[in-house]
């Protein structure tokens, strides 16, 4: 079978083609892991795969608690989805612990 014309992202049943014996050979980029790809997927397919890009980490958040043990977030934003079984995304969001050490902590009864 051929993926001529027919490349999918992710996991897609639908997108598949006549192989030998009449079994179905597949041109998602989930073939590679079962390993049920049509011949010419890699020459075919991953010539036009596109892998995710990301912008750069936002500021980390104030810490969620003013006094004592919270965390701070930051995040960053996809700039380039990936396409055609390109490399998937990293993480887009990170969380850490703190301490909330306002000034007023120390006074409250």
Do not use: F, I, M
Request: with cysteine; glycine share 12%; charged share 20%.
């Amino acid at each position: 079978g051929s993926c001529r014309h027919r490349c999918c992202p992710g996991r897609n049943n639908a997108c598949w083609a006549p192989g030998a014996r009449r079994a179905r050979c597949y041109c998602d980029s989930y073939c590679q892991r079962t390993g049920d790809c049509c011949q010419d997927y890699l020459a075919t397919c991953r010539r036009a795969a596109v892998g995710c890009a990301v912008g750069p980490w936002g500021p980390w958040s104030r810490c969620s608690s003013p006094c004592g043990v919270g965390s701070r977030a930051r995040s960053r934003q996809v700039t380039v989805p990936p396409r055609h079984g390109g490399e998937p995304c990293p993480d887009l969001k990170q969380r850490r612990g703190c301490l909330g050490q306002h000034p007023t902590c120390g006074t409250a009864k």
